[in-house]
């Protein structure tokens, strides 16, 4: 059978340059000097997306967070400044917006994933204003602290909607950031701070829930779960509540505000859900070990696109990313791919300024500390860790494609 004519073919394709596709990137650009690697990124800024809540919390400077896309790419990768939007698998290639098609021997989809903004009724039409904020984009992560810093009182509401979303634990570490301010600034007795969650436990690891419960009734945070976000007004401020769990039955709710952080719903790119390479959920269907598709097998992926059964965050994809860099390097080989993920993310749980309580696990939720540190207590330590040091890691070793690491090791 003939192919469309591909404008160009490179040996590995990445899409994506955030924190997976680069890595993965230099990773086989550091082994394989001579390789062929093409990445397809239509942004010029590259940000470090831990820290937006440290700048919705006034902790951190935003133009910290980015650098120009060109800097943070690999010297010797091609660049193409373009999007994607279809995968054709079978051909092995991919379209891009401007009708180019782009050949490979390896696919890497790591394009991340899709903030919804459409699926919060009424939300794009009052982000940045009325109150309404999100560290979910770095355009608004600024404005999340104005209105921390403004608030004189009344009503804050903090939501996370169902899962999977980037860093669950981002929802909450917001509110616990907002309500340490307004007891350093003498707020707390005219502030009611509500933490409303979609899902049915505060934190997806149950043995991270009672210390985390033991934070939100320390900042006296009502905890209200099985609440979904599904329409604000922004004008009137009033967002309204799915709840669900009742007794009876499913029913809607609506609160007033004078703060409203909103996480939105999340999903994979369009390009990838409406691929042969999705699951029934819309994610690239990797294997939870190998990261290689489970139907083609020069397809690999990674990262927030990725069906991976764990949490989606940087910390994940610093452990991913060795294991698909040396798995493609063997199948460029000829070799059968051996290097095994084991599931493993953290989460950096602020829960107060100058406080972290640092959740590390893998998969079946066991709990798997790289230190020698309680995962269950805050930490002064684990703050500066997140704040100073994870930063310039991130930028100048994960970035790079090094690979030298602590080892983790189960909870005992």
């Known amino acids: 059978m003939t192919r469309p004519h591909a404008s160009r073919k490179h040996q590995v394709l990445v899409i994506g340059a955030g924190a997976a596709g680069t890595s993965v990137a230099a990773s086989l650009l550091r082994q394989r000097p001579g390789l062929d690697v093409g990445i397809v990124e239509p942004g010029d800024v590259h940000y470090y997306q831990p820290a937006f809540t440290l700048v919705g919390g006034g902790a951190y400077a935003l133009a910290k967070t980015a650098r120009p ?40 989809v790591t394009p991340g994933l ?67 301010h307004f007891r350093r600034n003498n707020l707390s007795s005219v502030s009611e701070v509500s933490f409303l969650a979609a899902a049915g436990a505060l934190f997806s690891v149950p043995d991270f829930v009672p210390p985390l419960e033991q934070v939100a009734r320390r900042h006296n945070i009502d905890v209200r779960l099985n609440h979904n976000l599904i329409a604000v007004d922004g004008d009137r401020r009033q967002a309204t509540f799915a709840v669900t769990g009742g007794e009876g039955g499913p029913t809607t709710i609506v609160e007033s505000f004078d703060l409203l952080h909103v996480t939105p719903p999340q999903c994979a790119p369009d390009f990838v859900r409406n691929s042969k390479l999705a699951d029934a959920a ?131």
């Open 282 to 412: 819309g994610w690239v269907e990797v294997d939870q070990h190998s990261l290689q598709h489970v139907r083609y097998d020069n397809v690999f992926s990674l990262g927030d696109a990725s069906s991976l059964p764990t949490s989606k965050t940087a910390a994940a994809v610093r452990k991913q990313s060795p294991v698909a860099a040396a798995n493609i390097l063997a199948r460029l080989s000829g070799r059968p791919g051996d290097a095994s993920y084991d599931g493993y993310t953290s989460c950096p749980v602020v829960t107060a300024y100058g406080k972290v309580m640092l959740a590390e696990f893998i998969y079946g939720g066991k709990v798997t500390p790289t230190l020698p540190l309680s995962p269950f207590k805050e930490s002064t330590f684990y703050w500066h860790v997140k704040k100073q040091f994870l930063p310039p890691f991130y930028f100048d070793y994960m970035l790079k494609g090094r690979e030298r690491d602590i080892p983790h090791r189960p909870q005992r």
């Open 114 to 180: 899709k903030l919804d903004w459409d699926g919060v009724e009424g939300l794009k039409e009052t982000l940045g204003r009325n109150g309404v904020c999100s560290n979910y984009d770095p355009s608004l992560a600024e404005y999340t602290w104005r209105c921390i810093r403004s608030f004189r009182g009344g009503r804050a509401l903090f939501t996370q909607p169902p899962a999977p979303i980037k860093c669950a634990g981002a929802p909450q570490k917001i509110a616990y950031l907002a309500a340490d």
């Open 69 to 108: 896309q060109a800097a943070t790419l690999p010297d010797n990768a091609h660049w193409i400044r373009s999007a994607v939007i279809e995968l054709d698998p079978d051909n092995q290639q991919v379209v891009l917006c401007d009708g180019r098609r782009v050949g490979y021997d390896i696919l890497v």
